[in-house]
């Protein structure tokens, strides 16, 4: 299994720094998220997202919040789509490729998944209730030629991709539009993202905005840098 990735690319496209006054201070705050209820600590987690995705010095993802969130950018500060303009392409080789907007795809069969969230670096969030679109529905619509093996996600971070054998998509894995009965959040990488219930968190694209097929797995973001291509959890 990997070690822990690299600091976020936001340490160099971000130069805002982050005072010991500031540090201190969500030290502190950290440390009630682990003595108090999950609620509080959901809180926590969202009042830290920003500052997470923005700090330059890497350390704020360490903080200890509890069972919780944290929040990792390889592309620094990532602008938020609206849900008026956000679009997801289903590309590469399908017979039938689409672009979907966010009211297209909420008008899909929804489908709901509640399963813990494991990141790679050894936290766990418990019992997460996602919902969305399967995966394998949006992959019948756009019907795979018989080329295709795999597929290849884009972000619209211009920066992160990652991969899925059809095999693989075709598990407990969602084109995820709500998140604990909500809306995905900005920070959690909405408002569409992937959720691949059977892997760790780095196969879960965030900021979603392509689903192309290929002829063959390619390394994504991670892997390129070590990651297993696979992302299994417990493998």
């Known amino acids: 299994m990997p070690g822990r990735p690299e600091r976020p690319r936001s340490a160099e496209l971000d130069g805002t720094p982050v005072g010991r006054r500031v540090v201190l201070g969500l030290l502190g705050l950290g440390a009630v998220g682990v003595v108090t209820g999950s609620t509080v600590q959901q809180g926590l987690s969202r009042a830290l997202a920003p500052v997470q995705m923005r700090d330059p ?32 392409a289903v590309s590469g080789l399908v017979a039938t490729p689409t672009t979907y907007t966010l009211a297209d795809l909420r ?28 995966l394998a529905h949006l992959l019948d619509l756009a019907s795979p030629s018989p080329e295709a093996v795999a597929i290849r996600f ?16 075709r598990d407990d894995v969602l084109v995820a539009l709500t998140m604990y009965g909500e809306p995905v959040t900005h920070y959690h990488g909405g408002p569409v993202r992937i959720y691949a219930a059977p892997m760790y968190g780095y196969k879960s694209t965030k900021w979603l905005s392509e689903i192309e097929l290929t002829d063959r797995t390619i390394p994504g973001y991670w892997e390129d840098r070590g990651y297993p291509l696979d992302g299994i959890i417990g493998e």
């Not at 890497?58 to 008026?84: E, K, M």
């Not at 494991?118 to 969030?125: A, E, F, I, S, Y």
């Not at 884009?154 to 998509?169: H, I």
């Open 57 to 88: 010095t890497g350390l704020s993802q360490y903080i200890p919040i509890g069972n919780t969130f944290r929040y990792y950018s390889v592309a620094g500060a990532i602008d938020s789509v609206d849900a008026a303009s956000y679009s997801l």
């Open 107 to 134: 008008s899909l069969p929804q489908a709901a998944i509640t399963e813990d969230f494991h990141c790679v670096t050894g936290w766990r969030v418990e019992d997460v209730p996602w919902t969305g679109v399967r």
């Open 154 to 169: 884009r972000s619209f971070d211009g920066v992160y991709t990652e991969n899925m054998t059809l095999e693989q998509a």
